[in-house]
């Protein structure tokens, strides 16, 4: 069964930092996003990206992030400099468009100091 | 603005009774909703979907209910197994350029054994 998948696992970084969390999605999947979930809140949709740009993005996806596919296989998000409140768990899924469930990836855990 | 609620945090439920898990929304114009399960560690999975021109869909032991009068919708498990504890998440979609996923707060559900 096909999957996405997210690189690392688990990410500590020092408040200020830069990190680039990394998502491999289904392969013919032609939409893209980024997801955050806060210790004990809601999956908080953070951005969508179709045909090599940004369709939609939240309120909470300020300057500080930016997301790219480099190449064929890969979805990045970056965050330039990270604040405390960052920290959560991010997931990527992606999606085809031919029925609508989103395969999520494990998700990255993101803890700032 | 939180357009997918779930009111409520957890369910518990015996194995083999039924298991009802809710879900309100403020948006009429949503084109199709979702209920997604999660363990923890892992990235949601998707479990079933409702166009919001249905009012049910049946998958095995799932069932989803969508009453657009009310502006609600529920997931049956029956019969309810150890294995479905889990938190449960409904989404809404709208099917625009953007298809940015809505999701609710989550219910976790425990099936006591």
């Known amino acids: 069964e096909p999957e996405v998948t997210q690189t690392p696992s688990h990410q500590v970084t020092q408040m200020g930092q830069e990190v680039i969390l990394r998502c491999v999605p289904i392969?013919?999947?032609?939409?893209f996003y980024w997801y955050r979930q806060i210790l004990g809140q809601k999956v908080e949709f953070l951005v969508s990206?179709?045909?090599?740009?940004?369709?939609?993005k939240s309120e909470i996806f300020d300057d500080q992030f930016s997301v790219e596919r480099p190449d064929g296989s890969n979805f990045t998000l970056k965050i330039r400099s990270t604040k405390l409140e960052d920290s959560a768990m991010y997931f990527c899924?992606?999606?085809?468009?031919?029925?609508?469930?989103?395969?999520f990836g494990p998700g990255t855990r993101l803890t700032v100091t | 603005d939180q357009q997918v609620k779930q009111n409520s945090p957890s369910l518990s439920v015996q194995e083999g009774r039924i298991s009802i898990l809710n879900c309100d929304y403020t948006?009429?114009?949503?084109?199709?909703f979702l209920w997604y399960k999660k363990y923890p560690a892992e990235g949601p999975t998707f479990l079933i979907s409702i166009s919001s021109i249905k009012d049910k869909n049946e998958d095995g032991r799932f069932t989803v209910f969508l009453n657009k009068s009310a502006k609600h919708l529920s997931l049956h498990i029956v019969p309810s197994q150890p294995g479905d504890s889990a938190v449960y998440f409904c989404a809404a979609v709208f099917l625009d350029t953007g298809n940015q996923f809505y999701f609710g707060t989550g219910t976790s559900l425990t099936v006591i054994p």
């Open positions: 948006n009429s114009m949503f084109d199709y």
């Open positions: 990206f179709y045909n090599n740009e940004i369709s939609e």
């Open positions: 899924a992606s999606w085809a468009d031919s029925s609508y469930e989103q395969y």
């Open positions: 392969s013919n999947h032609l939409y």
